[in-house]
Every structure is written in structure tokens, then in C-alpha cells.
């Protein structure tokens, strides 16, 4: 049996593919989780064998749950779900430590296959999307070379930043991160000195550009 747990922020996504899954014999759903931060929490709680994670979600977007759920040193796997076919995705997501890659609009008999492949420790990406990342491989001078935002930010950085381009205030930032105000206030200065920005506006449109968040997780 192969157990899952389910994270994305939309109810009604998450309980189609619940049924989906449900449909399978030798897989379980076990949890559903409706941010990244639930998500980690639910992983260390349920230790399940593989989450669904979608990379649009508010507090914790998915590539981040995804590194700290590697941190957690358990034998999950994750497989994103994504209606984003974004190469940086895909690079980030496989480079944090997801075992697949699928695309919303795919999702039939590729989920099972993905999950069944998750567990067996193989990584499955649908072809929609392996087909120009293998070409990438091969002619590497196409490639992206825009410099990833995680290699310039820390961790918790990268947690303030969309935080603060969802719309939270330092004091919201601060009691869900479970830090002071000062120290919220001291990551956005220097993130902006990083980033070289000097008000929120332009920290919302790296955010953007980045994919850290997207439109439908902004307030």
C-alpha cells in the first residue's frame, strides 16, 4: 500500500484528485494539506510515502516545502503537480529533491504511474515536460542561464519574501514564522540590499519573476 499525502491550496483540486486516487487499488490517500508549511508539518506527523505537491501555494510555495521536506531526513517522496510548465520549475523542483514533475492537465493514468514510480525511488516527468529538458541537456548554450533566486537568498529569506509579496504586514510575517518584528524587519533590508529594490513593489515583482509566488496566491 502506498500511502500519500496531498498538498495544494484549492479544495475542490484537491478532492479530485482524491477521488482519482482513491479509484486505485494499492494507494491510500492519508492527509491533505492546504499550504507549503502544512505540508512539512503533515510530512513529519504522517511520514507518508509520497506527496503531491502543487507549486503555487500561499505561505510556503511548493519548490521550498519541497528543500525542507529533504531536510526532514524521511523516506518521502515528492512529485509536484503543477499547471506551470516553466523549465526553471521543473530545474528547481528535481534540484530541491521532487521525484516528478506533472502538469494539471495531464493528470490520468500519469499520476499512478508517477506515484508507483516515487516509490520505487525513480523519477517520472511527463513528457510534455522531458522533452525540452532533454533538448536543454543536449544543447546546453539554450539553456537558462538567468541566475536562480536561491543561490542569492537564504532560506528564510526566500520564506519572508513571499510572505511579504502575499500581502502579510511584519507583524503577520513575524507570528507565522515565529520570529520578532525587528527580525523581519532586518531579512527585508537585507533582502532589498541583495536584491538591490528599494521598496515593497519591487520585492513583489522579483517575487513574481521568480516564481516564488504567482497571481492567484497573491491578496
Same mark, same amino acid.
Given at each position: ?26 494507494? @491510500? ?6 499550504d ?8 513529519m506527523? !504522517? ?20 528543500? &525542507? ?18 523549465l526553471s520549475?521543473?530545474?528547481q ?22 506515484? &508507483?514510480?516515487? @516509490?520505487?525511488?525513480e ?13 536543454e541537456?543536449?544543447?546546453?548554450t ?10 542569492? !537568498? ?42 538591490n529594490?528599494h ?10 519573476k ?5 497571481l492567484?496566491?497573491?491578496h
Amino acid at each position: 500500500m502506498v500511502s500519500v499525502l496531498i498538498a495544494e491550496d484549492h479544495h475542490l483540486v484537491r478532492q479530485g484528485i482524491k477521488a482519482l486516487l482513491e479509484k486505485e487499488t494499492g494507494i @491510500k490517500v492519508v492527509g491533505e494539506a492546504e499550504d507549503g508549511q502544512m505540508a512539512v508539518d503533515m510530512v513529519m506527523k !504522517l511520514v507518508p510515502d509520497v506527496v503531491l505537491m502543487d507549486i503555487a501555494m500561499p505561505r510556503l510555495n511548493g519548490t521550498q516545502a519541497i528543500q &525542507k521536506i529533504k531536510m526532514l531526513d524521511v523516506p518521502t517522496r515528492v512529485i509536484v503537480l503543477s499547471m506551470y510548465s516553466d523549465l526553471s520549475l521543473v530545474r528547481q523542483s528535481l534540484r530541491n529533491g521532487a521525484k516528478g514533475y506533472l502538469l494539471k492537465r495531464s493528470v490520468t493514468e500519469e499520476l499512478i504511474l508517477a506515484i &508507483k514510480a516515487a @516509490k520505487r525511488g525513480e523519477i517520472f516527468i511527463t513528457p510534455i515536460v522531458s522533452a525540452p529538458l532533454i533538448s536543454e541537456i543536449f544543447n546546453p548554450t539554450a539553456s537558462n542561464t538567468e541566475t536562480e533566486l536561491d543561490t542569492i !537568498l537564504s532560506s528564510r529569506e526566500m520564506e519572508v519574501l513571499q510572505l511579504v509579496a502575499e500581502g502579510h504586514t511584519n507583524n503577520s510575517i513575524a507570528s507565522l514564522l515565529n520570529i520578532t518584528v525587528k527580525t523581519v524587519e532586518k531579512h527585508r533590508a537585507r533582502m532589498m540590499s541583495k536584491l538591490n529594490v528599494h521598496d515593497t513593489a519591487g520585492l513583489v515583482r522579483i517575487a513574481i519573476k521568480h516564481n516564488v509566488v504567482f497571481l492567484d496566491t497573491i491578496h
